[in-house]
């Protein structure tokens, strides 16, 4: 079996690198590194909630996801007065993937703001984004708890990120840019520890591809999700 790009296993995730406690202001924030994929996430907790949630009885999170210019090996023009079609689905997926892991009646009438602000990109954004936002996140509670900005803990479960994808007829893990780039099929799944699925994202960029290969695509994440959940607590 050929090293891929670089030099890794099919199976062998890219190094993780997590510095807590990243920023002095919000209620908690990371900076994590897989591979030469760098994202800032912090998270802020505020006592209001959107229109549309109020009188409810409950909470909200939201997300938002910026690169910043130099992110990529080309400068691309800052996002100022609209937000691209790109960033508002990769927002909108880190808030969709973080709502799963609170329970939004115990944030009473509070808002969670997950900010991802990507500052080198080498594949994999969207997943490290989420799996740095759980961490922050993670921190931003027990920090609410300790100043009394919360008075109970709203996190349910573990959620964490990662893609996967073909490439040249082999399945891999955790693609970086050169590999994503040339990928056959490409994949990103979202997961809880306990194993469940919150989201799925799988195209077949030049030919459908079959549920074998899905069968393949799944495992190989599932194992290493495995292992990101144990970087999320410290353990590796």
């Not at 229109?51 to 080309?74: D, R, V």
């Not at 892991?101 to 900010?115: C, G, H, P, S, Y």
């Amino acid at each position: 079996m050929n090293k891929r790009d670089d030099g890794r296993k099919h199976n062998e995730l890219r190094p993780y690198k997590i510095t807590r406690n990243f920023l002095k202001h919000p209620n908690g924030s990371v900076l994590i590194e897989c591979g030469n994929t760098k994202v800032i996430v912090s998270v802020t907790i505020d006592k209001s909630v959107p229109t549309f949630q109020k009188e409810k009885g409950e909470g909200w999170l939201t997300a938002e996801y910026n690169m910043i210019p130099t992110a990529t090996n080309s400068r691309v023009k800052r996002e100022r007065e609209r937000v691209g079609g790109r960033t508002m689905e990769i927002q909108r997926l880190i808030g969709r993937s973080l709502r799963m892991a609170v329970d939004l009646k115990l944030l009473e009438e509070r808002t969670i703001t997950i900010d991802a602000d990507v500052i080198q990109a080498d594949g994999g954004t969207r997943t490290t984004a989420i799996t740095g936002a759980w961490i922050a996140l993670y921190d931003a509670v027990n920090n609410g708890l300790k100043d009394k900005t919360l008075s109970c803990n709203p996190i349910k479960q573990q959620v964490a990120a990662i893609s996967v994808g073909v490439v040249k007829g082999q399945p891999m893990l955790d693609l970086c840019y050169t590999e994503d780039s040339k990928a056959d099929v490409d994949m990103n799944v979202v997961m809880t520890a306990s194993g469940q699925l919150i989201e799925i994202q799988g195209t077949g960029e030049n030919a459908p591809f079959s549920k074998d290969v899905l069968d393949q695509l799944y495992t190989l994440a599932s194992d290493g999700l495995s292992d990101i959940f144990k970087i999320q607590r410290g353990e590796k």
